[in-house]
């Protein structure tokens, strides 16, 4: 009986151990919108480094997780972005308006 508890709390802490990692913020990167596809739900930003995905400065193609996010910005928009590999795809995860 002693076990089974000690597994259940030794559980209880990795399951909460891995959503707090799964809930780490990604980090904001600066841009400028260089396009905006609507149809096809990508963007083309030239960007600063993207410290998460350990790329350099460059310009290039991404996909976004909610098209909604597109709605609101358009070329030579300055930006601030987060971005994530998603299986094969870079993908947009939140981009916002550069103050």
Request: with cysteine; charged share 20%.
């Amino acid at each position: 009986m002693q076990f089974t508890h000690t597994l259940l709390k030794a559980l209880a802490i990795a399951c909460i151990s891995a959503a707090a990692l799964a809930q780490t913020a990604l980090p904001y990167t600066d841009g400028e919108v260089r396009k905006v596809d609507l149809s096809a739900q990508k963007i083309t930003l030239k960007h600063g480094e993207i410290k998460n995905l350990e790329m350099p400065p460059m310009s290039m193609v991404f996909q976004v997780k909610n098209p909604a996010l597109l709605e609101k910005i358009k070329a030579g928009d300055k930006v601030k972005f987060t971005a994530e590999q998603i299986g094969s795809a870079l993908v947009v995860t939140d981009i916002q308006p550069a103050p």
